[in-house]
């Protein structure tokens, strides 16, 4: 029997990449996404996809339908803006915790085979030290970045309490297709590279040498698929990156190259609590996942870039 795969949240920007990797191997493809940032058009593109639930995970008789007769889940549901965990935690704790707890307990319930649970490098917080390895302390400085603190232990703890393989992937600075530059908490790059299609200068908000470590999206879909039937992971967490620090001056002059352009950045003054630094040592998930180096930064904002291109010619 094909198995089947549970994606909570998968009609987003990384769910949606994953679904169409999944169905691409054959696996069967569940999602459920109340669609409040996921996007129905991100599945369009995606034929013999399952069953698509509309549902919050917050509504446990919801998430255990969803669950039923799943094999894997994939868990990217959540509210990600950090701005918007500041200005209401108890709701980003009720999504983010809260519907955690429900899926992990329908997870038990189904007899769930492996669940892999995405986190976020915002749990080092503005730790200076570098690269970021996975035995640093947590230090989260929003209600969204310690949502994701809570997601990882309790993930460790249902493997503790009940048996459930669970893992915890900590992407850095994710890129690439279906990523929506118009979102209010929009990545760099997309919005770097909507502004310099339409030959408008890039804004830095510094003087640009601050550094992330920019991973792209088929890279976290290898790294999900691979954690999804590594063996002895349970409890285990692990970064997701590229293991590069690309400077944002460095980004916008590779971007001018891919796009033949040759747009200078407007430098605003530094956003408070923005850190300066930050990469990932990558050497855990490469030994335990098996995964290589990933897609080299020019070669992937080419392919950003070119997808962009095709969504504006055929919107």
């Not at 492996?114 to 570098?130: E, I, M, N, Q, T």
């Not at 996942?289 to 080419?302: C, E, K, S």
Request: with cysteine; glycine share 10%.
């Amino acid at each position: 029997m094909t198995a089947l795969a549970l994606i909570t949240g998968g009609a987003g920007f990384i769910g949606s990449n994953l679904a169409q990797a999944l169905l691409e191997q054959g696996t069967e493809v569940r999602i459920l996404d109340d669609l409040s940032t996921g996007r129905r058009e991100n599945l369009d593109a995606l034929p013999g996809l399952h069953r698509l639930i509309v549902g919050d995970i917050r509504d446990m008789e919801t998430v255990r339908r969803a669950v039923e007769g799943v094999q894997v889940v994939f868990h990217l549901a959540a509210e990600v803006s950090v701005p918007r965990s500041v200005a209401d935690p108890v709701r980003a704790y009720e999504v983010n915790a809260t519907g955690t707890v429900n899926l992990l307990e329908a997870c038990v319930e189904e007899g769930v085979g492996r669940v892999v649970f995405s986190s976020s490098c915002a749990v080092y917080g503005d730790d200076p030290r570098l690269p970021k390895t996975e035995d640093m302390l947590p230090s989260p400085l929003s209600p969204y970045a310690s949502t994701k603190v809570t997601g990882e232990h309790l993930m460790t703890m249902y493997g503790r309490l009940h048996g459930l393989s669970a893992v915890s992937l900590r992407y850095f600075n994710v890129y690439g297709q279906r990523q929506d530059p118009g979102s209010e908490y929009a990545a760099v790059i997309p919005r770097f590279i909507e502004r310099m299609s339409e030959r408008l200068r890039p804004v830095i908000f510094g003087d640009g040498n601050q550094t992330r470590d920019f991973v792209h999206v088929l890279d976290v879909v290898t790294a999900n698929l691979a954690a999804a039937r590594a063996d002895d992971l349970s409890g285990r967490v692990m970064n997701v990156g590229s293991g590069r620090a690309t400077s944002l001056l460095k980004l916008v002059s590779t971007l001018n190259e891919v796009m033949g352009t040759s747009l200078s950045p407007v430098h605003e003054p530094p956003r408070p609590g923005d850190i300066l630094h930050s990469t990932c040592d990558r050497s855990l998930a490469s030994s335990l996942l098996g995964t290589g180096p990933g897609t080299d930064l020019r070669d992937g904002l080419a392919m950003t870039v070119e997808w962009f291109e095709r969504k504006r010619r055929n919107p």
